[in-house]
């Protein structure tokens, strides 16, 4: 089956497209959003790979699911459409940057341009009912991107993986850390900020200093 997706990830993730439990999800998704009302767009399911194709991965985000309320979503995690209200979490990343960089707080919560960037910007499951957080999980979606993570490790080198809160750091269990920089630390969601485990992990800082190490083009964030 033929996935609307940017060609290089086509090329890499071909096996994966082809087993029977992705046959089995995008059946799933298909009839979800024929029956309901889900997110982000159809057409921007696959948007993180769209803005950031394979050969351009310098940066790998990892969050859960996608935001559940109207017109929030777009495909990226922890980003929103522009002009969108900004969610607890992307407020407390933008305060974060705010500080660890000295530079002003985003007005737009729209992440495309850090996707345009090289960075990867996954959600374990890639699509949501409207008002049903993780109703589309355990269908397939986190084998899928399980998969994806995997193939990054493996064919990839100094990518930077920033595993933000229990879910991620699980998620990413599989990367190989001697070929990769990883990055933890809590979820930047209130309930983990608040308790101080976001603010001042510097992670935006620590991303470039190490790009900037390998004689890459640092993150404009």
Not at 72 to 82: I, K, P, R, T
Not at 109 to 122: H, P
Not at 187 to 198: K, V
Request: net charge neutral; proline share 5%.
């Amino acid at each position: 089956m033929f996935i609307k997706i940017d060609s290089s990830w086509q090329t890499q993730l071909s096996d994966e497209f082809e087993k029977p439990y992705f046959q089995q999800l995008i059946s799933f998704v298909k009839n979800e959003y024929a029956s309901n009302t889900c997110f982000p767009k159809a057409s921007e399911i696959f948007a993180a790979f769209d803005h950031c194709p394979f050969d351009k991965v310098k940066v790998v985000i990892i969050g859960q699911d996608p935001y559940h309320g109207f017109g929030q979503a777009n495909g990226l995690c922890f980003s929103v459409n522009d002009s969108i209200a900004l969610p607890p979490s992307l407020i407390n990343i933008f305060k974060e940057i705010q500080t660890d960089l000295q530079q002003p707080f985003p007005q737009s919560g729209n992440l495309e341009r850090w996707a345009d960037q090289g960075v990867l910007l996954l959600n374990a499951t890639l699509t949501v009912r409207q008002s049903e957080a993780g109703s589309h999980k355990k269908q397939g979606w986190e084998t899928f991107t399980d998969a994806v993570i995997q193939k990054i490790s493996e064919e990839k080198e100094n990518v930077v993986f920033l595993l933000w809160g229990g879910f991620a750091k699980k998620k990413g269990a599989k990367i190989n850390r001697t070929k990769h920089h990883v990055l933890e630390t809590g979820h930047p969601s209130p309930l983990s900020a608040n308790r101080g485990f976001w603010f001042g992990n510097k992670h935006f800082s620590k991303t470039n200093t190490y790009l900037q190490s390998l004689g890459k083009e640092t993150i404009v964030w």
